[in-house]
């Protein structure tokens, strides 16, 4: 499982119209919102293709301005088991 924080910014004002349809999204979860244009979120997917793919869905959400990854986590993920030395 790879899970990701994001930080978005938002047209100033939009935050809450954004974090409505990224809930929309399967494998999001928006965890805070601040000032009118800040949405903080984590995204979960098995694999680091499927993380990708649910973020580049951000950028066709109507009033997203900046979207910024914060940390990834790779629980048991297929690519980087494949190196792992036993």
């Known amino acids: 499982m790879v899970i990701s924080g ?3 910014e938002t047209i100033p004002g939009e935050a809450d119209n954004v974090s409505k349809a990224l809930e929309k999204i399967q494998g999001v ?3 805070h919102l601040e000032d009118g244009f800040k949405v903080i ?8 293709d499927g993380s990708y ?3 580049e869905k951000f950028k066709q959400i109507d009033g997203v301005l900046t979207i910024c990854l914060a940390y990834s986590n790779f629980e048991g993920e297929p690519f980087y088991q494949e190196g792992t030395i036993s």
Do not use: G, R
């Open 6 to 8: 994001i930080y978005i």
């Open 41 to 48: 979120l984590t995204v979960e997917s098995d694999t680091v």
């Open 53 to 55: 793919k649910i973020a």
């Open 29 to 31: 979860e928006v965890h």
